[in-house]
């Protein structure tokens, strides 16, 4: 409404501890193996899997995060110091539009610097469009997912 984007990275939406209990409740339900686990999201989901991820009890397979921005900074920047290299070198897949007027470039930018600074592997894939996820992120994740094995 203002005009700019929303700075997000310090922002700890209240609901996350009580979201990600019940996702941990459904992960155990399923009784799959964490390593055997891909989170993913877009959005708002893409926040969620990325918050999944760090507070997971052994490192998931990977993460794909299409449309997600940097939020609760200080929170997960703690967990990547309580893991202590743990998810160094896990790969993650991250697409965001450059148009995007929900969730702003820089945020993902923001992400994505941060992931590869605390040891994730990596990249920001751009398209020039907005809050969406067009065919060519599709195919692009699928190859990440392909090449996770």
Known sequence: MEGRPRELSDWSPPELPSVRTKVFNMIEA???????????????GAMLATDIFLSAPSTPKGLV???????NKADWKQKFLQRAGELSGTPFFQSHGQSDNILSY??????????????LKGKLHNFAGGHE?????????????????
């Open 133 to 149: 996820i067009p065919m060519d992120m599709v195919m692009k994740a699928n190859e990440y997912l392909k090449n996770l094995g």
């Open 30 to 44: 399923l009784k799959t193996p964490w390593s055997q686990i891909i989170l993913g999201g877009f959005s708002q």
């Open 106 to 119: 820089k945020g993902a930018q923001q992400l994505e610097s941060f992931l590869c600074q605390n040891g």
């Open 65 to 71: 995060l299409f449309s997600g921005a940097l939020i």
